[in-house]
Structures are given as C-alpha cells and as structure tokens.
C-alpha cells in the first residue's frame, strides 16, 4: 500500500520571493534541494549585500539530503552555493554553462577541490539514490536553463524553473514541449511553475523581437554606442556582436564579470564571434567613436558599476560626451526605478542620447506571461499545482489562472516560504511550519538577526544618535567630569537652544538616586537612557538613540 | 526701445523635479511666484518628512516679489506655503477649491490670520502691479486645476501647471482650448508644459474610462468594498458614490483628510451625493457588508495609514475577511512600489480580493501624454517652450516632442532648478546659476543639511557605530578607566573574535604618543577615531562610524 504522504514539500526562501531561491522535496527518505540563490536585500535592510536562506533544517536532515540540482545560472538561483556547500557538502547536478558559473564562484570561495559537481545533459535521466531525475530544455534569459522532471511512484514532479516560452529564441534552443507532453502523457503528479509575470497578461515578447530596434540604433548613431546589460545576459551579447559585425564596429567589454562571461561564452560555444571583433578597451578608445561598441553592466544604477561612474564623468578611461548613445538592454530590478532613473538622466545631461525601455523596444523578460502560463498548465495537466518564484501576489495571480483553465482550488496549493506540505497520489496539504531566520551577507560575513541590529541602524538613520558619556568614582557613583554629549546625525542637539544644556541636567538629575552607593552601572544607564529619551522627544518630537557610556575610576 | 532681457524665469524647486513646486517669473521689476509646493524625500533622505525650496533669492528679493499664484490644491504645489509665508508674507492667489485647501493648511499653522488669500475665477484678468494675469481651466486629477496666462509686452506667458486633456471628466470641467487658442492668436512668447508623462506615447485616457470597471468590480462584490485612492481625487470619490447609489450601498470614509476633503468637497459643490448615503465607520460597522463601502487612503502603502493598518490586521474597528474586495484606485508613486506590493500581498493573505492598475482598470493619470502635449505646442504655438514639472530626462523627453512639432532647438530650454533664463522677444539664454540648498522638514523643523548630517546617518545604516569613551587625567592625559566600548548596529564587534580586545588595545596604543602632556583632547580624538578605523576595517571589512567620547578628570 502506497503511504498516505510520501511526498514534502519545503520552500525555503529568505523572504519575500517564495521557493525562488531554494525548494526542498523529499520521497521517501531522500531529500532533494532545486537551487541555492541568493535574494537582493529591500531598503530597509542597509549594509546588507544579499540575503541567503535559512538551511538549519537541511542541516538537521542532512544524512538524507542527496543533491541539489541547479536549473540555470543566475545569482539567484546559485549565489548561495558556496555558503550552502561550505556547511552541507552534498553533490551538485548542473547543466553545461551552469557549472562553468558555479566553477567560477567555488574556486573563488576556494570550495571547488571539495565540491562534487555533475553535469547533467538535458533528456539524460541519471538517479539519485532510487529517483529517477530529468533535466529538460527551458528558455530564460541565460543560456543552458532547465526545468527538471523527478520520478515518483505517484507520477512526475514537473518543476519549470524560471522560462519563458520563445519560439525564436537567439541561440536557437527553445522551451521543449515533446519532454512536457511526454510527462504529461505519463501523468504528472505535481507541476512547480514560475509566477514572476502572472500578473502580465499575453505572451512575452520573443528575444527575437529587439534584435532589430537595436540593431536600428546602433546603425543609425553617428558616434560611440555604449550598450549595457546584465553580465549574464549571453544572448543579449549576440545580438549587440551581430550588430558590430553588420555596421563595422568593434567591441569592447567594459568591467570584469561581464568580461569573464563573454570569454567563456565564447570558449564553451554558447556566443558565436569572429575572433577580430573583440578588442581590448585600450584598443576601442585609440578607435575613432563611429567604429566602437562597448558592452557594460551598470543597468541596475549600482553606484560602483562602470556606467554609473561614466553617467557621474568619473570613469578613469571613458568620458561621455555629445553624440554618444548609451543603450540600456535591461528593465529596473524592483526597487532599483530610482538609482536608474537617475543615472539616465545624468547621462543625459552629458549630451548622450539614450535609449531604454521607457522609449524604445530595447529589452525582454525571461519569465512567462499568463498566456504562456495556461499553456503549459494544459500541455502538463498536472493533478496538483503549487506557483513558485513570486511574491505572494504572484502566486496567487497564477493560482487563479490554474482555476481558469480547470484546476480544482483544492488542488492548489500557495505554499509560503517555510510551510511544509505533505503529498500523495489522492490529496496535497499543508501540514507543518519550519520558522525561518534569513541569513544576510556582508561582505565575508553572514549573520542572523537575531538582536535586531537591523532595527537599530535603521532607527539611528532615521532620527540620529546621542552619545552621552560619564565618568563616575565606582564606590560612590560621583560625578568626577561633566558628562560628554556628542550627536551624529542629530542636528537638533547643536541647534535647539540650551538642549545640550537641558541634556546634562537630565544625567545629572537621573543620576541624583544613585549617589553616595556602590555603582549600579546597568540601572543608571537605563535611567540615564529614558530620561534623556523622554526630554528630546519633548524638546525636538524625536526620538534619537541615547548610547549611555559609563566609566567607573576608583 | 524695448530692453534687451526684461523678463527672467528661475526655477526653484528642490532637487529632481525640475520646476514643479516653484516657479520664479520677473517681469520689469516684479516677481510673481508660481506655486509653493513640497517634495517628498527619496530613501537617502531618512527621517526627513518633506523637502521644501530654498527660497533665499525670494528673501534677498522680498521687495520686488508681489504674488504667488497657485496652480492647483496638490501637497506639491501647495504644501510649503505655510514656510514661505511665514518668511514672506505676500498676497495669494488661487481657485476657489485650492483656497479651501489652503485655508485649512495655514488655519493649522495659526497663519490664516495675517495671510491675504484671493480667490482668482477663470477667465477673469486681474492685475498685479503693471502685470496682467488671467487663470483657465485644465483638467487634472483634483478639481479647479488652473493654468496661469501672464501678459508681457513681449506677449503671453503661458504656464500648464500639471494638467491632462479629458473630453470627458467627471465634473464636467475641460482643459479650455477656447483661452489657449486665444492667447495664442494674440502670441505666446513663453509656454511652460507639465513634462511628468513625456515619456508615454498617446493620450492618457479620461477619467470616464474607469467608472465602468470600477462600478463592475462594486457590482459583483458580494461582501464589503474597500476603496482606496488619494485624500484630494474627488472626482474618484464621485465615482464611488454613484456606484453606492447605483448599488444601494452606504459610503464611510475611514481617515481624516480624506474625510474632511469629502465633506469640504459636497459643501463647496465639487461632490454631488444625496446626504443619507454617507455615513459614519460606527454606523457603516453594524450594516452587513454587502451594504458598505469603505473609502480610504493609503494607497502609497504608508505605514500609518488605514489601508496598511487593515493588510496587518492592526485596525481598530475593521479587519479584512474572506469575502471582502480591496480596490486601490491608484498607481504607487516612484520610490514606493515595494511598500504597496508589499500592502497588496498582505490583503490578499488576509483573504482579500485585490483590484489594482496591475491587473484592472481602476486608475488613469492626472498628467498629459505624448500627443496630449503636441497638441497643446500646437494649440498655443509659443516662440518659446521651456519644459517644466519633471526630472531631467522628462523635460529632454517634452523638448524632443516639442522640435517634432517645429520648434528650433535654440527657441527651446532645459532649465534645471537654480538655472536663471533670461528672455525678451528675440532670444532665450540661460544666464545665470542660484545655488540652491534645499530644505528638510522632519517634524516641526526646517533645516538645511550643511553638515551632512543625511550623509552621517547612511553611513550609520550601512555598517553601524561603535562608540568609545576614554576618561583621561587631564593633566598627564593617562588613563584613569578602561575604555568603554559599545557598538550599535555593527555586530561583528561581539561576534568576530577578540575584537573588543583589539579595540581596547588600538586605544591604548593611539594614547601613548599623548601620555606624560597636558590632555589634547583634539587630537587624541582624531588619533584613535583614525586608529580605531582602521583596525576594524582590516578586521571586518567594514567601516563603521567611530565616535569617541573623552572625558578629562583633574
């Protein structure tokens, strides 16, 4: 007899997106992980430079984890490989150009001589233990992407990754419906689908369909052309080295990944170029403006790229001037509108022409809009649906087009970072929840919040801080200096009248019940703290942090 | 003979938005201020409520500025008038709903008595001083929107201030093309045009188009409706009304402004609704559902507002339930995208359907388009234009539209904030340059950030503060304590090992070299300061802020 649940099912996002960055599945005893990414951290988590999942519970069960399997090459979807490696060393099943990323990167975090990476071709089936594993053909806007098929004795487990669907796909590799229709004649048991666009309707253009407009303006600008882009981008790439081929230019890569990416596009035959195009930078700028392509990132605003330094007239080798273009192939990440904004319009007062997505057809999306969404749900016929890669908006979007094209909502399930469901051939439900403790990055460090320093740094920011210190004799709690004031980011204490003045008679006064005994260094700063808390929000309506220090001399 | 430059435009805004929230004409000897408007502060800005002009040339001028003249009664044209004001009190002219508006605005700010407010009808001239002014009508998305027409000997000034063309607006009122075209039979020497939509192609659609969908989504609700627009769209209000009245639902309205707006609206006769159809949130409460609608801000995602109370399930007297239908009839304004996807997928966790510009007709735009704005160059067909009311790259976008329509480049200006153009009937030429420091408002309190203290709280927010206090005998400059060391919002300094310690042993070594003299208390503090960063940054790869307190003791 088939047990009642022999399938769970764990996302384990950070926050926000859900199961993007990390799924968990387990049949029987084993456990398999899609994906290690990493997330882009929100605004109101400054300093932070990404954030990675909470994998306590993998760590907990890790006899039982087997693999983890990586459906393309994106930051992510394998950004948090090495941290999760360097804590789980479980081997990794990638396709070609996937594992040349993550090469890159383990070497980098010098993990790679310990790490066992697979390569997996597409319609190869291997086993993981007693799974049955398939990795099949998807488009998104890096080569090599792939959904992954993984036999249960219920049926398939369908899992798209991130795709699109683009019959004209650049590199000619196209979102494989025969491996699709193939599972869904063997019954799906499960399909995972990716939500990013489910609130779009019709289809995504192909990547087919900017080649022209870019190409038009790269033919009709009279200088230099600056196309810019993600450094992932491959496709993009060979549409701007076409381009130069077609109008006699050469091209130059300006900033490092993008520049490794290109080299290994080209060595592992994902980006087709005569070798003569290429030319170093030092070599494009010796070039007259009308002969020269130069390929940057910097699409996102990110203040250290080379084309926000150039948009600031502070790149050491190139200067924008008038009747240079810059082509921005890109669409701001959520939550980076602002930085791009500005950096288009600082190129603009340079005297540069620009073209972007706001006013020209410069750029595509890699994710599925609903039309494709239906589709695949009617090639798959899937008996349980669960959308991922999403926010909660998202899935809900592509549940409800589930509904639509004939899903019961029973069979249905928005399942939140975190929340465990169990699954079997007759029903799907959510039965546990593991919490989760987002782990942030900066720089080499990662850390949970579990004091709350983000909470901190973002009250000091904004309403500045009051650092008070006080020098008092250890047995008697005297005063043997003034206390020292000091604010940072606080211009009210300088400039509201006498409020430094107010501010030491505060201490003195909170301090007034502790003379003359032993010092109580804990409870005169938590008096010292309120009461001078208490006056500044009188004074000024704010209500700064008061960092009391105490110094005790004999 | 007519003087060479008798007439001078400086744009005064605060940063970004070029021309939006002030507008300085001089005309012989006369300043006219055109709106008094705020800025809202972008996220560098922590802590700062709104951005205000700097209005020193205002001040050093004060004798020669006669009128501000307000376009229309949105915060960004208005909502720094009380600050003006009370540095220089000079009369204001506005429509009738804006004088309301504002009334209440300087009622708040006890200016009301000593203000001289005048309400200015369309298409009655009146003077200033020797100039001739005249207000038209425009449509935009809050009643009594205004263009301004000044005469010059030169000719017609002409001002949109924000503005749309809607064939069919909700309160009946046009953009009037019968004055336009008049003034520009007589001549336009300047036209000033809302630039905010000159990047989108085509018309904004009217205000009419979404009162079908909206009132289909009221129809088929079957339990309560909330909907959420902004606190001054009163047409939106009226929209929602006759589709209460349409479906015998009863109106509440939940927050103040929006409440006391309704209630200014219906009594000034901008709001038509029979009485008994409005009622309070107590009496709305006891009726079921499908009976209420619930009007409500909170469509930016603000924290405190309604709405957002309601995603977290954190109002008082209202949570959201399966059932109930959310209509935000809005757009997030740039900068807040993240804050209302995050309040949309809250809703939709607590059950809620959500209708939003993302996946219904439920919102259109207050400002013209593309064709809108050739329409209007056409129309008034001024010698010269000068884009006004967005940031760089929308005033390049309207002065490109303007050269399709057959101004020459040369009749055509960018002028920035702090940019002066000085301009007769032969020739246009930017002049001179002001600078500008804008002004930040955090509660009560104006300032302007001379000190950086907006840089000093970033950096605190990306990698935190250690503070530490040294007390030192002020005669020898020798430690009388060990250092008090406390970081805050930097958590590497209790995680990474010993680096208190090291902390502690950097302070030392910086105060030996200061030892055996009379305390410097100066240097001692820039010595450690630079020690302290050092070492940490070597430790951490940080930089966090190092604040050091020294305390003399004789």
Known sequence: ???????????????GEIGRNMMVIEIFDEIIVIDAGVLFPSSDMPGVDFVISDISYLIQNQDRVKAILLTHGHEDHIGALPYVLSELNVPVYSSRLTNGLINVKLREHGLLQQCVLNIVEPNVPFMIGKIEIEFFRVCHSIPDSMGIAIQTPAGAIVHTGDFKIDHTPIDGYKTDFATLSRLAADGVLILFADSTYAEIDGYTPSESTIQGPIDLN??????????????????????????????????AVVGKSMRNNLKMAIKMGYLHAEPEIIVSLKQAIKLP??????????????????????????????????????????SPIPGNESLVAKTIDDLLRLGATV????????????HAAREELKLLLNIVRPKFFIPVHGEYRHLVANAELAQTVGLTPDNILILENGYVADINSKQASITDYIPLEPVFISGQKAWQDSDFQLQSRNRISKSGLVAISITLQSQTADFLSAPNIVAYGFP??????????????????????????????????????????EMLYKETRKRPVVLVLVQPVD
């Open 1 to 15: 007899m088939e047990e009642l649940h022999n399938i769970r099912i764990v996302p384990l996002g950070g926050f």
């Open 218 to 251: 790269i033919a009709e600008a009279q200088g230099r052309v600056i196309v810019a882009t993600f450094a992932s981008l491959i496709s993009r790439m060979q549409i701007v080295l076409d381009s130069a081929h077609k109008h006699n230019r050469k091209v």
């Open 289 to 330: 403006g009308s002969k020269i392509i130069l390929l940057a990132t910097g699409t996102q605003g990110e203040p250290t790229s080379a084309l926000v330094r150039m948009s600031r007239d502070d790149h050491k080798e190139i200067s924008i001037v008038p009747g240079d273009t810059v082509i921005l192939s890109s």
């Open 355 to 366: 073209f972007s997505s706001r006013n020209a057809n410069v750029h595509v999306h890699g």
């Open 492 to 533: 009210e204490l300088n400039e509201v009248e006498d409020l430094v003045e107010k501010t030491s008679q505060v201490v003195h006064f909170a301090l007034e019940n502790h003379t003359g005994s032993v010092l109580d260094w804990y409870n005169i700063k938590e008096d010292v703290t309120r009461l001078v808390t």
